[in-house]
């Protein structure tokens, strides 16, 4: 099994900025994509960012040129620099974690909330 746990979120102002980290435990060699979805009050479920374990990124269109994915392999940790932010961004964060190849994931944390008030 393997457990995430998510941190840094919290509420920021509108251009403000935020990082969130996620760390993961148990069976940490199978990972092989990371990645962060959220999810806002009625609306659907959306990957935001995602990165292998070579380091190959993906972004959702609304946060490209704002947020940046990285990883750090030896720490078991990925991060979500979040930056220029706006309030359509307010939603749960949530990290998740996949095995196989690309971005699939089965693997998720409990989230953290991040709102951005304007």
């Known amino acids: 099994q393997v457990q995430l746990v998510e941190s840094g979120g919290g509420l920021v102002q509108a251009g403000g900025s935020l990082r969130l980290s996620c760390a993961a435990s148990?069976?940490?060699?199978?990972?092989?994509?990371m990645g962060w979805y959220r999810q806002a009050p009625e609306k659907q479920r959306e990957l935001v960012a995602g990165?292998?374990?070579?380091?190959?990124?993906k972004y959702a269109d609304s946060v490209k040129g704002r947020f940046t994915i990285s990883r750090d392999n030896a720490k078991n940790t990925v991060y979500l620099q979040m930056n220029s932010l706006k309030p359509e961004d307010t939603a749960v964060y949530y990290c998740?974690?996949?095995?196989?190849?690309?971005?699939?994931?089965?693997?998720w944390g409990q989230g953290t909330q991040v709102t951005v008030s304007s």
């Open positions: 148990g069976s940490i060699r199978s990972i092989n994509a």
């Open positions: 990165i292998t374990r070579g380091f190959s990124r």
């Open positions: 998740a974690a996949g095995t196989g190849t690309g971005f699939l994931f089965s693997s």
